[in-house]
C-alpha cells in the first residue's frame, strides 16, 4: 500500500484548505483511513478517521470538530479532509494513514499499517 498525501500550504487564520490523498495497492474500500498531524516539536496527533466500505461513521478530534470534515471516494481511492476556520495551532505537517483491521481506538497511531509522507499546513496570524 502507498498513500500520497498533498494539499498543503501557508495560509492566513480563517481560511480553508482541502487535504487529499491517494491509496494504491490494496482494495480501498476495505481500508479504514485517517489522518494524523504533528506539529514542531510535538507527538503525532490524531485528527480524523472514516470507516471502511463507504465511510459511514466519522471520528474527530476534539479541537477540530465542527471546522474539519473527513470524507472518502471510494471509486477514486481518495481520502479528504476539508479544513476550514483554519487556527495558528493547526500549523502541523498531516499524515495520511490507512489500517487494515478496521478496529482498536482510532486515535492510537500504533493501529495504522500504513502511513503516508505528509503535507506540511502552515496557519498565520
Known amino acids: 500500500v502507498q498513500l500520497q498525501a498533498f494539499g498543503g500550504g501557508s495560509v492566513q487564520v480563517g481560511d480553508s484548505l482541502r487535504l487529499s490523498c491517494t491509496f494504491s495497492g490494496r482494495a480501498f474500500a476495505n481500508y479504514r483511513m485517517g489522518w494524523f498531524r504533528q506539529a514542531p516539536g510535538k507527538g503525532r496527533e490524531f485528527v480524523a478517521a472514516?470507516?471502511?466500505?463507504?465511510?459511514?461513521?466519522?471520528y474527530y478530534e476534539d479541537s477540530v470538530k465542527g471546522r474539519f470534515t473527513i470524507s472518502r471516494d471510494d471509486s477514486k481511492n481518495m481520502v479528504y479532509l476539508q479544513m476550514d476556520s483554519l487556527k495558528p495551532e493547526d500549523t502541523a505537517v498531516y499524515y495520511c494513514?490507512?489500517?487494515?483491521?478496521?478496529?482498536?481506538?482510532?486515535?492510537?497511531?500504533?493501529?495504522?499499517?500504513?502511513w503516508g509522507q505528509g503535507t506540511l499546513v502552515t496557519v498565520s496570524s
Open positions: 472514516i470507516s471502511w466500505g463507504g465511510g459511514g461513521t466519522k
Open positions: 494513514v490507512a489500517d487494515e483491521e478496521g478496529t482498536g481506538n482510532v486515535k492510537d497511531s500504533y493501529i495504522y499499517d500504513y
